[in-house]
């Protein structure tokens, strides 16, 4: 009671500077982890500053920030870039793309395919999206994830994808033929256009692709892949 209005005002705005820093720190919990507490504060102070939230709801508070790293990434200026700059931007995406993907809007409430469904009257889940990453992205957010501790990786392609179903988020590694696969599957929605597809872009194994296929349907349906 004997602060002035003014001091008043100060530990608010300190306060709510802190609870938008908390919300930053929890939505990119990994890239926090990877950057290093300071660094990652010094980005998100600086991101927050210059991209100030325009929505009621925080959980869009991010919703610019792999876009900011990139932006104002170290060697902007420079003429080769460093790889560990372009991990930590791949991370902020994902881990942003986690949090939309959990808020989606969807149905939830649809039988899934067994194994004895008919091959043609497969449809992926409402909710299931696909990530090329120029780094094993989803291994690092894996190990942190689960208290492992992990270093910052080399660079190395990676796919994976990320499936919902009744609010469980599941995160599956794919091969690259499998991503091209499913991608098709998206653009389709039609199992058949899709095993042509794939097997017009690899001809040189289009006539052992069946085989393939089946061992992925079996692997997805149990993965819950697939709706009917």
């Given at each position: 009671?004997?602060?002035?209005?003014?001091?008043?005002?100060?530990?608010?705005?300190?306060?709510?500077?802190?609870?938008?820093?908390?919300?930053?720190?929890?939505?990119?919990?990994?890239?926090?982890?990877a950057l290093g507490e300071a660094l990652f504060c010094a980005f998100a102070d600086d991101?927050?500053?210059?991209?100030?939230?325009?929505?009621?709801?925080?959980?869009?508070?991010?919703?610019?920030?792999?876009?900011?790293?990139?932006?104002?990434?170290?060697?902007?200026?420079?003429?080769?870039?460093?790889?560990?700059?372009?991990?930590?931007?791949?991370?902020?995406?994902?881990?942003?793309?986690?949090?939309?993907?959990?808020?989606?809007?969807?149905?939830?409430?649809?039988?899934?395919?067994?194994?004895?469904t008919d091959e043609n009257k497969l449809q992926l889940v409402p909710i299931c999206e696909?990530?090329?990453?120029?780094?094993?992205?989803?291994?690092?957010?894996?190990?942190?994830?689960?208290?492992?501790?992990?270093?910052?990786?080399?660079?190395?392609?990676?796919?994976?994808?990320?499936?919902?179903?009744?609010?469980?988020?599941?995160?599956?590694?794919?091969?690259?033929?499998?991503?091209?696969?499913?991608?098709?599957?998206?653009?389709?929605?039609?199992?058949?256009?899709?095993?042509?597809?794939?097997?017009?872009?690899?001809?040189?194994?289009?006539?052992?692709?069946?085989?393939?296929?089946?061992?992925?349907?079996?692997?997805?349906?149990?993965?819950?892949?697939?709706?009917?």
């Amino acid at each position: 009671e004997k602060l002035t209005a003014q001091e008043h005002l100060g530990i608010y705005q300190r306060s709510y500077i802190a609870r938008l820093r908390n919300c930053m720190s929890q939505q990119f919990s990994a890239l926090e982890y990877a950057l290093g507490e300071a660094l990652f504060c010094a980005f998100a102070d600086d991101y927050l500053a210059s991209k100030p939230s325009q929505n009621y709801n925080l959980a869009y508070l991010g919703a610019h920030f792999a876009d900011y790293l990139e932006t104002n990434r170290p060697d902007a200026q420079e003429n080769i870039k460093e790889n560990w700059i372009d991990f930590m931007i791949e991370l902020a995406r994902f881990e942003y793309a986690i949090g939309v993907i959990f808020e989606m809007k969807a149905e939830e409430e649809y039988p899934l395919a067994t194994i004895n469904t008919d091959e043609n009257k497969l449809q992926l889940v409402p909710i299931c999206e696909l990530f090329q990453f120029r780094f094993p992205v989803r291994k690092y957010y894996s190990d942190f994830k689960n208290e492992k501790q992990p270093h910052l990786p080399s660079e190395s392609e990676s796919y994976c994808v990320v499936l919902r179903h009744k609010f469980k988020l599941a995160i599956c590694d794919l091969h690259k033929e499998q991503f091209e696969f499913l991608t098709y599957l998206k653009e389709q929605n039609n199992i058949t256009e899709a095993k042509e597809l794939i097997k017009t872009q690899y001809k040189e194994n289009a006539s052992s692709f069946d085989e393939v296929w089946n061992s992925w349907k079996e692997s997805w349906i149990t993965a819950h892949f697939f709706r009917v």
